[in-house]
């Protein structure tokens, strides 16, 4: 069943879970200030990918074929652990101009499925008018989606929810039609689930169900950063958008495909646009956690798709896994098998929260940890090569000479000696890769000139 509060103007008046400033939430009720701006962290690891690949392609000296693209699937089920999956719940739209808005946000997700050759699965298909067989039906559809999919896998699982919310000041609730579904139920039924997995909210007073859900190797996405923001929320017509728009105009990164964190802040800001452009009170504040912790990020913490201010208690901020989450993958993406795209993505993870403790360490310590990653970044790709995925290897590298040469993939100003220094180590690759010393002053250079 669903309640929800459709009065624009309420504003809430104070007490637990109300929020008096934006920023980043823990989401027991109170926010946690924030300090002055920082210098970003997050990096262009991209470039750091695209050099060492250009090495060691430049090294092979092989002239590779490049393999085709998949054809995007048709919506299949669930079934296989090789393809991401996408299980998409409408809830109780509970007026007929909702349920509108709720078939169209559906069809956007459904379409980009499409496109990316993901599975889908659908709760309460908004072409479907027929009414449910039990008060239940829908609840049990939702769990049985979940129980089929294949506990392991490399392949993305992305759930998202799209309707009303309610919260009682103790639990929250997603609508759907006749019983609804808890925070803690969902999280329970994915419990079993090993694989990457996304659950995108889009409901109102959906914030508790980012304390309940976040967890290593998943992202949640609530489109509200307390239970008390009871108002119908725009966030989730915002993000279909910006996840199906075939112009990739949210692709901050410019590398030809939209993430879910650049999903994230594009629908964001649009829903605070949204508000201001009608004179309006915002009541709704949508908040990302990719890192576990369960606090969350809001969006006003980001410059692009760098994190630039630190909440007060120096918690690590979000942003990072979710930024590797891409529903419509580039072609680039596609040629990559799930495993070694996993281990990328760990790799480029383990940069990152690197790079986050580099004035910690110290300079002999931080490129004494950096030397290796970059090395078995190259070596992943090497590895490729010698197995004969020359699609891969080749197309990746050719890619990447193409981007050191005119500048780093992020879009991201570097100093000018960054093409003196490329240019150097591919001048003898080989010693490079051979010597520490050699790599101790690559990779010095390298983190300097991205800076």
Known sequence: MFMCQLNDAHVESGGR????????????????????????RFRPLRLILSVA????????????????????????QAT??????????????????????????????????????????????????????SDDADHVQLKAALDDLPRKGHAPVWIVLIGHGTFDG????????????????????????????????????????LVKLAKSNRVVVTATRSGYELNFAR?????????????????????????LLEAYLSASRATTEFYEADGRLVTEHALLDDNGDGKGTSADFFRGIRATKRAADGASLDGLRAHQFHLVPS?????????????????????????????????????????????????????????????VTR??????????RRGPPLGIRTKPRLKYTIGAWIGGPRKALAHPTANRSLAASIDNATH
Request: net charge negative.
């Open 395 to 404: 197309g990746l590298g050719e890619v990447g000479w193409a981007k050191a």
């Open 331 to 391: 072609e680039r993406e596609r040629r990559m098998p799930p495993a070694v795209r996993a281990q990328r993505d760990d790799l480029e993870l383990r940069i990152a929260t690197l790079r986050d403790r580099k004035s910690e360490l110290g300079e002999d310590a931080y490129y004494a940890a950096l030397e290796p990653l970059l090395l078995e970044l190259a070596r992943l790709y090497a590895s490729l090569d010698a197995k004969g995925d020359s699609g």
């Open 80 to 133: 296989d652990n090789t393809k991401p999956t996408v299980i998409l719940a409408v809830g109780a739209p509970g007026e007929e101009a909702y349920g509108k808005l709720f078939a169209e946000w559906a069809a956007r997700w459904q379409a980009a499925a499409k496109r990316g050759g993901a599975a889908f699965v659908v709760i309460n298909d908004p072409s479907n008018t027929a009414e449910p067989k």
């Open 235 to 259: 966030f989730g017509e915002y993000l279909s958008q910006a996840v199906a728009d075939e112009q990739n105009t949210a692709d901050l990164d410019k590398d030809g495909q939209v993430s």
């Open 170 to 209: 103790q639990r929250a609730m997603f609508n759907l039609r006749g019983k609804d579904v808890s925070a803690e139920e969902l999280n329970a039924w994915l419990k079993p689930v090993e694989r990457p997995v996304a659950v995108i909210n889009c409901a109102s007073a959906s914030a508790p169900f």
């Open 17 to 40: 879970g109300s929020v008096r400033a934006a920023g980043r939430v823990d989401l027991t009720g109170f926010t946690t200030a924030r300090t002055e701006p920082r210098p970003p």
């Open 53 to 76: 690949l250009t090495v060691l392609y430049m090294t092979c000296g092989s002239a590779l074929a490049q393999a085709p693209a998949p054809t995007p699937a048709e919506n299949v």
